[in-house]
């Protein structure tokens, strides 16, 4: 197994226990995972191919819509009840 899908691997059990903190404890481990994303994507598309790319960037865009769409519309964006 390459190294990059063992890290995908990882990346994800990660994302998966910080989804399980509660939202307080979610910001350093999630700017993290945040930020490493990009780096791992391409890395994916590099070693398996340009579809892998495709999936791993939804996968991303799925986990991460919220604080993406925050970013993008810099907060003008309304927030829905809790």
Do not use: N
């Amino acid at each position: 197994m390459s190294l990059s899908l063992i890290l995908a691997c990882v990346w994800v059990v990660v994302g998966s226990i910080t989804a399980l903190l509660p939202m307080r404890y979610q910001y350093l481990p999630g700017s993290i995972l945040f930020l490493s994303a990009p780096v791992l994507v391409v890395w994916l598309s590099r070693d398996f191919g340009w579809w892998i790319g495709v999936v791993a960037v939804l996968a991303f865009v799925s986990m991460f819509r919220r604080p993406l769409l925050h970013w993008v519309t810099r907060g003008r964006y309304p927030r829905y009840p809790e």
